[in-house]
C-alpha cells in the first residue's frame, strides 16, 4: 500500500489525488490535509462569486473525495500542527499543493498606507476567507485604483462596479454586499505598465464589462496599436484586445467609469494617514520592446489601492524555498526523496485551473517512479494518532457537508450559499 499525503486542498491538489487513484487504484490511500476546515481552495476563495460556472468544477473534486481511498483532513495547519518531517515519516510521499495565497508587495513607498490591500486579501474579503473577513476596506471613497493587467485585476474591478442587482446569484458574502451596496466609486482604474498588447485578460472576462448596469469601460484610442498590428496575435490575444478597442469607441455615460490606463507604472502611495493619491510614472516600450518611463509623472486620487501584481507561496518550516521565485525550491516538482510540490506551490502562480490538472497527473508519475511499491509506514493510522495526541479537531468530508448544507440554508435569496466566514462557525456548524 502506497501512503500519500497531500497538504492543500484546491485544484492541484484533487487533481493529483485523482491522478494517484487512477495511477496506483485500490493500492494507495491518499490524504488530503488543509489548514481550513473546508476544502477547494481557491474555488471557494479567489474565484469571482459572480463566476458560479468555474466554482461547478468543486462537484468533480466532491467524487474524488468520495472515494474509498481519498480522505480529506481540514482544520490541520501542517508546520504548526504536525511537521513536513513528520508527515514523511508517516507517508510515501507527501505533495505540497498549498498553491500562492500570500500577495506579492507592491513595492513602491506608501504601499503600507491603509487603503493599500493586495488582491489575495480583497479577493479573500469578498469571498468570505477567514483571514480576510475582519479586513474593512475603504469601500467608500469615489476613486479607486487597481494595479494589474490580468484576470483578478478586472475581477476586482468588476466587483466594485456592479450594482446589487447584479450579484444575483452569486456566493459573495454578506458583509462585502453590505458594504459595496453602499460604494460610491465614480472612477475605477486599472493601471497597467505596458500595453493592449501585453495584457494577460481574457477574452470572457474583458468582455463581461461591456454588460454592467451603470459602468462603462473607456479605453484612450491612443493607446492602442496600429489594428494592423492585431494580426500577429493568436486568437484569443486578438479577441481581447478588440474588446479594448471597442472600449475606445464613444459610449453612453454611466455614473462610473472603469478607465484603463495603459503604459502606466505606480511609482509611490500618498497621504497622510491612509492613501489619497496614486503617483504614476508614463512608460513605453522601446525598440526592443524593453519597458521605460518617459520622464512624465502625474497624480490619480484614490482613498483605496488593490495590487494584483503576483502571488507568492508561504514558506514551512523544513521545506527548502525559493525566495526569488516565491515558491518551493524544486526540480519538475522533485523537492527531496518522497517530497514533491505541485501546482502554484510547484511553478509559481501561472496557469489557469485546468492547467493544475496535468501537472497532478505529472507528479503521479514521479511518485511511481521513485516509489517502485508501497511500504509499512504508518500512513492515515499514524496521522491520527498523532493529531489525537495533540488534541487537533480533524475536521472530516462528512464534516465538510454538513458544513455546506448549513450555508445553502442560511442562503439569501438567489444566492448559492451564505459562506461562514470564521473558523468558529464552520467548526460548530457540523453539529
Partial sequence: MRHIAIVGSGPAGYYTAEACQKAFGDDCRVDIIDRLPVPYGLIR?????????????????????????????????????????????????????TGAPADKPLGVPGDDLPGVIGSAAFVGWYNGHPDFAALDPPIGGLDAVVVGAGNVALDVARILAKTEAEFGGSDIVGHALNRLRAAEHATVTLLARRGPHQIA???????????L?????????????????????DPGMRKAVTHLRDFAQPHADKPVRIVFDFFARPVRVEGATHAERVIVARTRLDESGRLVDTGEEYALPATLVVSCIGYRTPPIAGVPYDDALGRFANVDGRIAPGLYAVGWARRGPTGTIGTNRPDGFAIADLIAADIARGSEKAGRAGLDSVLTERGVDIVTFRDWQKI???????????????????????LDART
Fill in 404 to 426: 455546506e448544507a448549513a450555508e445553502v440554508t442560511r442562503a439569501r435569496e438567489g444566492a448559492p450559499r451564505e459562506k461562514f466566514a470564521t473558523i468558529a462557525e464552520m
Fill in 201 to 211: 485578460m481574457t477574452p470572457k472576462e474583458l468582455g463581461e464589462l461591456a454588460h
Fill in 45 to 97: 476563495s479567489g474565484v469571482a462569486p459572480d463566476h458560479q460556472s468555474i466554482k461547478a468544477v468543486a462537484r468533480r473534486y466532491e467524487a474524488v473525495a468520495l472515494s474509498d481511498t481519498v480522505r480529506f483532513v481540514g482544520n490541520v495547519s501542517v508546520g504548526e500542527a504536525v511537521s513536513v518531517p513528520e508527515l514523511l515519516d508517516l507517508y510515501d510521499a507527501v505533495v505540497l499543493a
Fill in 213 to 233: 448596469t451603470r459602468a462603462v469601460p473607456l479605453v484612450d484610442p491612443a493607446d492602442l496599436p496600429p489594428l494592423a498590428d492585431d494580426a500577429a496575435l
